[in-house]
């Protein structure tokens, strides 16, 4: 049995469709398992990680999981969610386990690295005795679902940092690997560094959103200051806004094209365009 933690999530839920149509038997945990729809051989599971005591049904005669985690940074003195889903995968006897985590990881001593290299450890400590694989994506493909709201009042989006580049990554690219490393056993150990085949920013990305829905879509650049207003109020403490602002505004990294997703998977990544063509119809058209 897979266990798919974030099972509504942009890659979870690529990945229980995956693992479902291969015959693989999977369990989809969600906070909402009632109102979720999975595809037919995927069991729905109620499992928070907010609520530690809920997740040993969730885990029960697990033999592989995917884990992931939306908490965000610094709202906690520590990653709690992935501490607790690590905690409740040993319990269980969980033998594999991917852990869905960020560019880079832990590496660095800013607070986005110090919470992410803890949240790793909980998973590659070798007390725990899994057999694990790490995902290290850098910014998703899906992110552009967050202009749908603006589009639907207008031809205009405000999005900042536009002209930032970064290579995205398609999330259906990081379920096909992560089903592979669950079901195969072949990439235990591994630390994948991913992103998709091009670099892009942005502005970019929207000019091929609107050759895809036939609109001519524009760019509302965001100011620095209103960006950093706006990552208080979603609740990152100042800590956390000035690192992801130096991350944005002082690094270039990634924006780089790297080879991993081809390796592992003998094909090219997918590209924004295909990602677009694919979700067209989560965006309205007029």
Same mark, same amino acid.
């Not at 969600?30 to 051989?41: I, L, N, S």
């Given at each position: 049995?897979?266990?798919?933690?974030?099972?509504?999530?942009?890659?979870?839920? @690529?990945?229980?469709?995956? =693992? &479902?149509? %291969?015959?693989?038997?999977? !369990? *989809?945990?969600? #906070? +909402?398992?009632? $109102?979720?729809?999975?595809?037919?051989?995927?069991?729905?599971?109620?499992?928070?990680?907010?609520?530690?005591?809920?997740?040993?049904?969730?885990?029960?005669?697990?033999?592989?999981?995917?884990?992931?985690?939306?908490?965000?940074?610094?709202?906690?003195? @520590?990653?709690?969610?992935? =501490? &607790?889903? %690590?905690?409740?995968?040993? !319990? *269980?006897?969980? #033998? +594999?386990?991917? $852990?869905?985590?960020?560019?880079?990881?832990?590496?660095?001593?800013?607070?986005?690295?110090?919470?992410?290299?803890?949240?790793?450890?909980?998973?590659?400590?070798?007390?725990?005795?899994?057999?694990?694989?790490?995902?290290?994506?850098?910014?998703?493909?899906?992110?552009?679902?967050?202009? &749908?709201?603006?589009?639907?009042?207008?031809?205009?989006?405000?999005?900042?940092?536009?002209?930032?580049?970064?290579?995205?990554?398609?999330?259906?690219?990081?379920?096909?690997?992560?089903?592979?490393?669950?079901?195969?056993?072949?990439?235990?150990?591994?630390?994948?560094?991913?992103?998709?085949?091009?670099?892009?920013?942005?502005?970019?990305?929207?000019?091929?959103?609107?050759?895809?829905?036939?609109?001519?879509?524009?760019?509302?650049?965001?100011?620095?200051?209103?960006?950093?207003?706006?990552?208080?109020?979603?609740?990152?403490?100042?800590?956390?806004?000035?690192?992801?602002?130096?991350?944005?505004?002082?690094?270039?990294?990634?924006?780089?094209?790297?080879?991993?997703?081809?390796?592992?998977?003998?094909?090219?990544?997918?590209?924004?365009?295909?990602?677009?063509?694919?979700?067209?119809?989560?965006?309205?058209?007029?």
């Amino acid at each position: 049995m897979i266990l798919v933690t974030g099972a509504t999530g942009h890659v979870g839920s @690529e990945l229980v469709r995956r =693992l &479902a149509a %291969a015959g693989e038997p999977v !369990r *989809a945990m969600t #906070r +909402r398992p009632a $109102k979720a729809r999975f595809p037919v051989g995927a069991k729905a599971v109620y499992g928070d990680a907010a609520d530690p005591e809920s997740l040993a049904a969730a885990f029960a005669g697990v033999d592989g999981a995917f884990l992931m985690s939306a908490q965000p940074v610094g709202t906690a003195l @520590e990653p709690t969610h992935d =501490l &607790a889903l %690590a905690a409740a995968a040993e !319990r *269980a006897g969980v #033998r +594999r386990v991917v $852990k869905l985590s960020t560019l880079d990881g832990g590496t660095g001593d800013d607070p986005i690295a110090r919470w992410q290299r803890t949240a790793e450890a909980a998973v590659t400590d070798p007390a725990r005795g899994f057999s694990w694989t790490l995902l290290r994506p850098g910014r998703f493909m899906s992110n552009a679902l967050q202009w &749908a709201g603006q589009l639907r009042t207008g031809d205009e989006v405000a999005i900042p940092f536009a002209d930032r580049p970064a290579a995205s990554i398609d999330p259906a690219d990081l379920a096909e690997i992560a089903a592979l490393a669950l079901s195969t056993g072949e990439h235990a150990g591994a630390v994948h560094e991913l992103s998709g085949p091009q670099s892009l920013t942005p502005t970019e990305e929207l000019a091929i959103l609107g050759e895809v829905l036939d609109r001519d879509l524009r760019i509302r650049p965001v100011p620095t200051d209103a960006a950093r207003a706006g990552m208080a109020r979603y609740g990152f403490p100042p800590e956390v806004v000035d690192a992801i602002m130096r991350r944005t505004l002082d690094d270039d990294r990634g924006s780089e094209v790297l080879p991993t997703v081809e390796k592992v998977l003998g094909r090219p990544a997918r590209t924004f365009a295909q990602w677009t063509r694919a979700h067209a119809a989560e965006f309205p058209r007029v």
